[in-house]
């Protein structure tokens, strides 16, 4: 085992841990699990913050919340079932012990939604959604501690453990939505042009991360399998820096507070590292895989009723992978920049305005000069250079009524991308068994741009306690098609959700989800010089929710069909190679249609004190028809399970995480093709079920605390068994009497990847 191993096993064993009856988290966190149990609680800012730590029991309910605002002069109102945080006028509190205080009469306090205009609890809760906070995104076991890996433990998501963004319900990986504080962003993952190994974001910024898997608002546009919607946060744990050294990452994140008229906050976040120990998935003798990234906001209390917030963010990758036959370079630059305007116009109408700027550019180069006898010719050299600028304006609006919520919005933006490409490849004598070209040279320079938008309206209304409907229609439309011209969509959707009792739950939703290709989307790097048309997929769920004192049960039924998809490009025998765009199992694939069906199984239970646990398991069957055959896809894993158990101490913590599921699927040829055998990709595509994936990890913190400083050790071990999990099928191909034999190669990806840090918090 290596040095930082060794380590990390030692992280493992450090500290005797202690149980805790009761634990410390802050208001905001508090109000998040809440929230992650289906109340709808709304509240100002400059009422809840980062710096109130309430202590609160293990299981929490509106009781703990209740004795939580108190203790800070703070109470709620409800109107329906929706929860409004308020100031409690001087002497309105209900001393220790009494009975609680009625809060249906208490002053609606001006709320500020910030982040996004929706950040009700559970926004649209027919919708298949999991809300993760700080501790969720932590405790467990994740990948060189990324934290947004936490999501790729949760129902429905596909995953072999490199990438960082999932595959949710059987949809491609371009079929998530990423947003962050209310902005769409564009591939905010590092190593991106090699399977997105490690997110961009710093985990010690994000206040919550809302997963939706299927059914979702239709405030979000324009992606057809899920969303990943992400907060930031301000203030947290008291402490107001943060400096650290990590395997993967050095870091600094600071934040503070100013201003009395006008109080504000903000926040800087700057993280730099090496990826080497992450990407020993590429075949290659050597890799320089460099990134940084740089975050920064800042929001200002104009008044009570209007709060304006800015950002930037900068992220680079500088990436190098090269051996004696084959080099690979990649150069990602990103700037963001957006503003907000938060207005509460009355006590229960509030709006969002944001305006958005990116500045995208990607230089790859790719060589390759294979000394093969038995191909000689193969090999070639590839640059691609694409540069994306993107101007958007967006308005969300929310009316909270007796019993009902209303939102609607509009979004508009303009883009334009540039493509230079140049390429000539010889893909050898096995492209042309796979009715592949054999050589390939392209010169392609477009230039597209244009307008696009769209808007919604969506509603929740409580016709009687045990029901809501949560219809909603959305519209969109693209003028940047090259051949033609302008396209619009409408995607209506509705949802139900009906309350058997206080504790059980049944939830309904069906919809229609368009997913247009974007201007940086064009498929040049394949040699496609135009848009398809707008893919879209119709989708169905049901569920039941049982909510216990300690335990949590949710079962999710989901049917998603698909029309209109675009032609795709996929390496059909191992798509984790070092060029993928060179290889000659680089394919097309244009199915006339598509289906996933499953189940969802989610159970979690609060054990005792500070012992939590959690099981997971998913069936899934996703196809595509090709030529009128039906194929599964490579990562429609049938049966899945993800367990794990984690223990929360006043200084401690240490979960066990185990991933279990039916392999993915590859392509085998067979051993001997005659000369001049064309073989038909759709009678042959992945029809090899690989070998089950199986994966145990873990994660260990403690910290100490010396008067205003804290020091907290971690270390997060994935693979602990250093199980070599099977990726896909390479073919070795050798010239034989009468025609060619194929001799297949099983390639694997990561090994046992540790991660240890240190932090320093004052």
């Known amino acids: 085992m290596t040095i930082r191993g060794l380590l990390a096993a030692g992280c493992l064993l450090a500290a005797i841990p202690g149980f805790a009856q009761e634990r410390e988290v802050t208001l905001a966190q508090l109000i998040v699990e809440l929230q992650s149990q289906g109340y709808r609680i709304i509240y100002s800012d400059r009422l809840v913050h980062g710096n109130q730590r309430v202590s609160v029991p293990e299981v929490v309910d509106l009781a703990a919340l209740r004795v939580a605002l108190a203790g800070l002069g703070l109470g709620y109102r409800q109107i329906g079932d929706i929860l409004t945080v308020v100031a409690v006028p001087a002497g309105a509190v209900s001393p220790a012990g009494a009975a609680p205080l009625s809060t249906a009469e208490l002053p609606l306090e001006t709320v500020i939604v910030t982040g996004s205009v929706h950040r009700l609890s559970r926004p649209g809760r027919a919708s298949s959604v999991y809300s993760l906070g700080p501790e969720e995104l932590t405790v467990g076991p994740n990948i060189a501690s990324d934290a947004i890996r936490a999501a790729s433990r949760l129902p429905g998501m596909s995953t072999i453990g490199v990438s960082a963004k999932p595959r949710i319900r059987g949809g491609l990986h371009d079929e998530l939505l990423i947003m962050q504080d209310g902005v769409e962003l564009l591939e905010p993952f590092h190593l991106a042009d090699y399977h997105s190994a490690y997110s961009s974001f710093d985990d010690h910024t994000i206040e919550s991360l809302d997963v939706y898997t299927g059914g979702f608002p239709s405030r979000y546009g324009n992606r057809m399998s899920g969303v990943m919607d992400i907060r930031n946060e301000w203030v947290s744990d008291g402490y107001d820096t943060d400096i650290g050294v990590s395997s993967f990452a050095n870091f600094l994140h600071t934040r503070g507070r100013f201003g009395e008229q006008r109080p504000g906050n903000w926040l800087l976040s700057l993280r730099q590292g090496d990826l080497s120990d992450l990407t020993d998935y590429i075949q290659s003798r050597s890799g320089e895989p460099e990134y940084a990234d740089v975050a920064t906001r800042v929001t200002v209390a104009m008044s009570n009723a209007i709060s304006a917030s800015a950002g930037l963010a900068y992220a680079e990758d500088d990436v190098l992978f090269r051996d004696e036959e084959e080099r690979s370079s990649a150069q990602v630059t990103t700037h963001y920049g957006w503003g907000a305007l938060d207005w509460a116009l009355q006590p229960t109408l509030y709006t969002r305005l944001t305006v958005s700027w990116l500045d995208f550019e990607r230089e790859k180069q790719l060589s390759s000069f294979e000394m093969d006898e038995e191909d000689p010719g193969k090999g070639g050299a590839l640059d691609h250079r694409q540069s994306v600028q993107r101007f958007a304006l967006r308005n969300d609006w929310s009316a909270v009524m007796d019993s009902a919520l209303l939102e609607y919005g509009w979004q508009a933006e303009y883009s334009s991308s540039e493509y230079r490409h140049r390429s000539f490849i010889d893909r050898g004598e096995l492209a042309l068994i796979l009715g592949n070209p054999q050589e390939v040279v392209r010169r392609i320079e477009e230039n597209p741009s244009g307008w696009s938008g769209g808007a919604y309206v969506q509603a929740e209304w409580a016709p009687n306690p045990r029901l809501s409907l949560q219809p909603s229609l959305r519209w969109d439309y693209q003028d940047y098609y090259i051949d033609t011209g302008a396209k619009h969509q409408v995607s ?271």
Do not use: C
């Open 492 to 762: 209506p959707r509705i949802g139900l959700t009906w309350s058997f009792s206080d504790s059980l739950l049944g939830r309904v939703s069906a919809g229609r989800f368009y997913q247009p290709e974007g201007v940086q989307e064009l498929q040049v790097l394949d040699g496609v010089t135009r848009f398809f048309p707008p893919q879209y997929a119709d989708q169905l769920v049901t569920a039941l929710e049982w909510e216990g004192d300690r335990i949590h049960l949710g079962v999710e039924l989901y049917y998603k069909r698909y029309r209109e998809q675009k032609e795709r490009f996929e390496n059909i025998f191992n798509p984790f190679v070092l060029l993928p765009e060179m290889e000659p199992d680089r394919v097309a694939l244009r199915p006339d249609k598509a289906l996933v069906r499953g189940v969802d199984v989610d159970a979690r239970w609060r054990i005792a004190g500070a012992v939590s646990a959690a099981l997971r398991y998913s069936y899934m069957d996703a196809r595509d028809r090709l030529e009128g055959e039906w194929v599964d896809r490579r990562w429609s894993q049938r049966h899945t399970v993800n367990a794990g158990i984690a223990w929360r101490g006043d200084t401690f913590s240490a979960a066990l995480a185990l991933t279990w599921h039916s392999g993915w699927h590859s392509t085998t040829l067979p051993g001997f093709v005659p000369e001049g055998t064309v073989i038909a990709v759709p009678a042959v595509l992945n029809n090899t079920e690989l070998p089950r994936y199986f994966s145990l990890d873990a994660s260990v913190r403690k910290h100490w605390v010396w008067g205003r400083y804290r020091l907290e050790v971690y270390a997060d071990i994935a693979n602990i068994s250093d199980r070599g999990n099977a990726a896909g099928i390479d073919f070795d191909i050798e010239e034989v009497e009468g025609g060619y034999a194929l001799l297949p190669d099983r390639e694997y990806v990561l090994g046992t990847v540790p991660s240890v840090g240190v932090t320093l918090s004052f």
